[in-house]
């Protein structure tokens, strides 16, 4: 299960959009960075922990991509909603273009997010 929540993140913000670049994006990452923090208070297993320890980590590279790729308004306003993480990825994910899609793809895949890289407590 926290395989497929971890994959669903590093896709969250993963479909249509404009490429015109909307502003600031430093609160992109926060629905991630909220999931983070839950699982790093409430989570009960080495799953949970590890996302605990990833989250920071995927919220960075949201953030930077949104930057380098130049996220429209609507996007940067979707991917940063405070919602359920379920929520937020649906929204962030129907706001973006294929080329934003595989350019968050690539640099979150280049981060060490799911194996053994991330050292559990």
């Not at 429209?72 to 273009?97: G, N, R, V, W, Y």
């Amino acid at each position: 299960m926290w395989k497929a929540i971890i994959l669903a993140t590093l896709l969250a913000c993963s479909k249509r959009g404009s490429t015109t670049g909307g502003g600031d994006c430093s609160h992109v990452g926060d629905p991630t960075l909220a999931e983070a923090k839950k699982q790093e208070t409430e989570g009960k297993d080495q799953l949970a922990r590890k996302f605990a320890k990833m989250g920071p980590v995927m919220a960075a590279t949201i953030v930077k991509n949104c930057q380098d790729n130049k996220w429209s308004a609507k996007t940067i306003e979707a991917c940063s909603k405070e919602l359920p993480l379920q929520s937020a990825m649906t929204a962030c994910d129907a706001s973006m273009t294929a080329d934003q899609i595989a350019a968050l793809r690539t640099a979150l895949s280049a981060q060490p997010l799911t194996g053994s890289d991330v050292p559990l407590p």
